[in-house]
């Protein structure tokens, strides 16, 4: 699978993305169990800058600067929340992308396929 072949990496690291090669119901297991520690960490951490803003923002520095960190953690929540329960649809994507309807079938669009992968990356 070449599509998106560097960002399915950074997802796999990132405890977002269990490769399609792994079938072993150990791997599946032990993968679910990283993800779930992985969104746990980052949900505990957004709701433990929600807490320093409530107890500890005296001064309106420190309060911008706990509510800019926070927002953004909290996207990055929300980001994984969204692909972990859309798996299915974007594993359908990607296999549209590359084998199915949009497969590049003449050289020319191979070319063009080669070259928009290599500028991806």
């Known amino acids: ?7 399915l990496v950074i ?3 990132a405890g977002c993305w269990r490769p399609f090669s792994w079938t072993s119901l150990r791997k599946h297991i032990l993968y679910n169990a990283y993800t779930l520690l992985i969104i746990s960490l980052m949900y505990s951490f957004t709701f433990t ?12 520095d420190d309060f ?11 996207a990055a929540c929300y980001k994984i929340f969204n692909l972990w329960m859309n798996h299915e649809s974007f594993a359908e994507l990607i ?6 309807t949009f497969k590049p079938l003449v050289s020319v669009e191979i070319e063009i396929r080669r070259k928009f992968d290599k500028l991806i990356q």
């Open 64 to 74: 911008t600067n706990t509510v800019y960190t926070m927002l953004a953690i909290f």
């Open 1 to 7: 699978m070449d599509a998106l072949k560097f960002i």
């Open 95 to 100: 296999q549209n992308l590359t084998e199915g």
């Open 49 to 60: 800058q929600f807490m320093d803003i409530v107890l500890n923002a005296d001064n309106p």
């Open 11 to 13: 997802l796999t690291i």
